[in-house]
């Protein structure tokens, strides 16, 4: 019984983990073939190496290459400027790929010599079939925060526990005593590193009780980086998992404990906050994957309505024709887009997350939807389905792609028939990891459109002229 669990367990979680790299890197760069193709190839190449005809890599050598990855996790996970950045995405890629192989090898190791396979490969499909949906389905049943990619991280580290060397064997005589004093500093250390590193330079506020820890920053990162050393042991692999998996839980559960924090939650598709500002006396909403502000509304009486700050005034440039028809809107966020119009017209945002749509229909925080001029229809659907079902051809003045995480430039560009001659797409291009001014003025100057930007916006046009004077406003400017 205790065989069958081992293998099942050790098939789960890298499946799990899967999943959870995937829902961690498309939260930041996009859903793009490549989000999801790199680490599903990657999953199935540590397969190979865990049942290959020929040794690949020695078990050995990738426990090593797996905690290099823990440490790497930790080390992104644990910086404000490199966490979200390129390389660090790349880092927890190649990293699930090496615990992976790690954990696919030992299942390898064993895999019964004798006797019928039948039941060995039976429980590792149902592992991997779990595993498989332990992000996509069973984490957001149970889970409001983004905990499954964090617990998988320390579940490799407790499956990597019989791999570890007794390092206290040589200082106590018990080997139950030195197994004893080994797992407490596994547990301790990454607790300390990890809660120094978060309130190291900060001056913390945790349900109305201040603490001061901004005259410390040189003195935490130098206990820190002891700690780092006290725990780069490629033989403890546990205390390293544990290490990466609180450094990427932190961020999340400990935003939850602000003064400012109002209320968590999540859905199949993220996991989201909604704080109070009091600098900018604004309610905002945070996606707790990428740490990003997804809008906000402030409270102030002359500015609760206002439009993005790269969008403001654009309204009085653009043609009037464009607003005797109705528009589209890709992606919610709070509804701030239904004030862009200064006309009363009908906006259709179509949002394929419902827990965004309660969030921004609920007037305690966000009232754009409720306010603004306009009949503002919310859809909950997939935008590509219901742009090309639902509208017909040359019935839409705007077409506005207001959040880029799985709006694809060539499907939209596909539906440029919806558009009245004289339409307009406006795409939001604000995404660190792509080049979305690139992507989207290459494909459009290829089918013949024209159009301006500044450094958040595309606009797109079929002719020059049904752009207006928007060239004139602020920061606008040909595309590249």
């Known amino acids: 019984m205790l065989r069958t669990i081992h293998w099942f367990t050790l098939a789960l979680v890298p499946a799990g983990l899967l999943f959870a790299v995937i829902n961690y890197v498309t939260a930041h760069v996009g859903s793009t073939l490549s989000t999801w193709g790199v680490p599903l190839v990657l999953y199935l190449f540590s397969l190979i190496v865990a049942f290959p005809i020929k040794e690949i890599i020695k078990p050995a050598t990738t426990r090593a290459l797996a905690a290099i990855g823990f440490i790497g996790v930790f080390f992104f996970a644990s910086s404000p400027t490199l966490s979200s950045s390129t390389i660090a995405l790349i880092w927890h890629v190649g990293a699930f790929f090496f615990i992976a192989s790690a954990l696919h090898q030992i299942l390898a190791l064993t895999k019964p010599n004798k006797g019928s396979l039948v039941p060995f490969y039976f429980v590792m499909l149902l592992g991997m079939t779990i595993g498989g949906n332990i992000s996509v389905i069973i984490a957001p049943l149970f889970f409001n925060n983004l905990y499954e990619y964090s617990l998988l991280l320390i579940s490799a580290g407790v499956l990597l526990l019989p791999y570890q060397t007794l390092i206290f064997r040589t200082v106590y005589q018990s080997k139950w005593l030195a197994q004893a004093t080994a797992t407490i500093a596994d547990i301790t250390l990454p607790i300390l590193a990890v809660g120094l590193i978060w309130i190291a330079g900060k001056s913390v506020t945790i349900k109305g009780y201040v603490i001061d820890f901004s005259g410390y920053t040189n003195t935490f990162l130098w206990l820190v980086i002891i700690l780092i050393l006290a725990m780069i042991s490629f033989n403890r692999p546990f205390r390293l998992a544990l290490l990466a998996g609180l450094a990427v839980l932190s961020n999340p559960v400990l935003a939850t404990f602000e003064e400012n924090h109002i209320l968590t939650d999540r859905s199949l598709y993220g996991a989201y906050s909604i704080v109070f500002s009091q600098e900018e006396l604004a309610h905002k909403l945070i996606n707790l994957t990428n740490n990003t502000v997804e809008g906000s509304q402030s409270i102030e009486p002359d500015k609760t309505l206002s439009v993005p700050k790269n969008l403001n005034g654009i309204a009085t440039h653009l043609p009037n024709s464009i607003y005797t028809a109705p528009w589209v809107v890709v992606g919610l966020r709070v509804g701030e887009m239904a004030c862009l119009s200064p006309q009363e017209n009908s906006l259709v945002f179509i949002e394929k997350d419902p827990l965004i749509i309660n969030i921004a229909q609920d007037s305690n925080y966000f009232t754009y939807l409720k306010n603004c001029k306009g009949n503002n229809t919310v859809i909950n659907e997939n ?57 989207v003025s290459e494909q459009a100057l290829a089918i013949g459109l024209v159009g301006v930007h500044n450094s958040s916006y595309v606009a797109l046009a079929r002719n020059q002229q049904h752009l207006g004077n928007l060239e004139q406003h602020n920061s606008w400017q040909p595309l590249p």
């Open 383 to 439: 935008w590509r389905k219901h742009l090309a079902n639902y509208f017909d051809d040359k019935s839409l003045g705007m077409i506005i792609v207001n959040k880029f995480t799985d709006a694809d430039t060539s499907e939209l560009y596909k539906n440029l028939a919806k558009l009245k001659d004289d339409g307009i797409i406006l795409i939001n291009i604000a995404n660190p990891h792509r080049d979305l001014l690139k992507e």
